[in-house]
C-alpha cells in the first residue's frame, strides 16, 4: 500500500517557546528545555523515515514561537496549497510559510481576507473527504474553500469548548479567540487509512470530544471505517494527535488502550517519547505537514 503521508515537512525547535499562551495546554510560567524539545523532533523525524516517510527539513521561522507545528502552515494537495491564517502569536509564520512552499514547487492560495484557517491542523484528508473543525482556529467559510479549491468532501465537525467555572466557554486571554481543549481537530481525530480500491478508509477519534451534533454526524456517516479513542488517551496522551502511512502509525507512548487497537488491526506502532513539545499544546502530528 503506497504511503499517504509519503512526504511531510518539518521545521525546526530553535525559536520553541510558550511565552504567549495562546492555548489550555500553554503556560508562561514554565521555561521550555530546547535541547529535549530538539531530541523529540529528531525522535519523530527518525521513526517517520523508519516507516518509509521522507521529511523534507527546512530551518525554524525565526523569533516564531510554535514555528515548529508545521501542520498548521497549510493544507497541500498535490501542487496547490491553501495557506493559513494564525493567531496573534503566530501571523508572522504565514509569510515564511508561503515562502517555503512556493520554494518547493507549491502553488499557494489564499482564503478570502479576515478569515481563521489552521492548516492540516484543522483540516485532514481521507481520500476525497475532508475532515475539518471549526470554531476555534478555523471559519467555516475558510475550510469549505479550501475543500472546494483543493477538490475535497467536506466533513464539518466541531468539538467542544473549554468552559470556565460558570459553564461559559473560555476566550484565550492570548489570542483573543475561543479556547477548546481540542482546538484544532487533530487532537481529537486522526486519518488511519485511505481508501484504496473499494476497501473504505480508516479513522480514529474521541466521540467525547464533539458537540453532539458532530457526535451524530460521525455515527451516521459511513464513508469510512471508525475506531473510537478514550477521552482521557485524547487529552492526556494527545492519543490522535498521530501520523499513519496506512500501514505503520507513529503516536504517543501513553495510550496503551489506542495502541493495543491498533495493533489489533495489524498496524505496526512507533511511539517516541515526547513530553517538552506538548507544553507548546503540540504532538507528533503536530510536527508534520503533508505534502505529498
Not at 483543493?150 to 483573543?176: K, P
Not at 494527545?238 to 488502550?257: K, W
Amino acid at each position: 500500500m503506497k504511503n499517504f503521508n509519503g512526504t511531510v515537512l518539518m521545521s525546526g525547535v530553535e525559536w520553541f517557546d510558550d511565552a504567549a499562551a495562546i492555548n489550555p495546554f500553554m503556560d508562561a510560567s514554565i521555561s521550555v528545555d530546547r535541547e529535549k524539545a530538539r531530541d523529540e523532533h529528531e525522535a519523530i523525524r527518525a521513526a517517520l523515515e523508519s516507516a518509509g516517510v521522507e521529511v523534507v527539513k527546512v530551518g525554524a521561522p525565526a523569533h516564531c514561537q510554535d514555528g515548529v507545528y508545521t501542520a498548521n502552515w497549510a493544507l497541500v494537495r498535490g501542487k496547490k496549497a491553501v495557506l493559513a491564517r494564525l493567531p496573534n502569536a503566530r501571523t508572522a509564520e504565514e509569510a515564511y510559510a508561503q515562502k517555503t512552499l512556493e520554494g518547493l514547487g507549491i502553488e499557494v492560495l489564499h482564503a478570502p481576507e479576515n478569515l481563521r484557517f489552521s492548516g492540516q491542523g484543522d483540516a485532514l484528508p481521507c481520500g476525497d473527504y475532508l475532515f475539518t473543525g471549526r470554531g476555534y482556529r478555523s471559519d467555516d467559510e475558510a475550510q469549505q474553500f479550501a475543500a472546494d479549491v483543493l477538490g475535497f468532501t467536506r466533513i464539518a465537525l466541531q468539538t467542544v469548548a473549554q468552559l470556565d467555572e460558570y459553564g461559559q466557554a473560555v476566550i484565550n486571554t492570548s489570542s483573543g479567540w475561543p479556547d477548546s481543549f481540542f482546538y484544532d481537530i487533530d487532537l481529537a481525530f486522526a486519518v488511519l487509512r485511505n481508501p484504496v480500491g473499494d476497501q473504505k478508509g480508516l479513522v480514529a477519534w474521541c466521540p467525547e470530544a464533539f458537540t453532539p451534533e458532530s457526535q451524530e454526524l460521525m455515527h451516521a456517516f459511513s464513508g469510512v471505517e471508525k475506531i473510537e479513542v478514550s477521552l482521557e488517551e485524547a487529552v492526556g496522551a494527545f492519543a490522535c494527535n498521530l501520523v499513519s502511512t496506512g500501514e505503520t502509525v507513529i503516536m504517543s507512548d501513553q495510550a496503551p488502550q489506542f495502541k493495543a487497537k491498533l495493533e489489533a488491526l495489524g498496524f505496526t506502532v512507533l511511539t517516541p517519547e515526547i513530553t517538552e513539545l506538548l507544553k507548546g499544546g503540540g504532538y507528533i502530528r503536530c510536527t508534520t505537514l503533508t505534502i505529498a
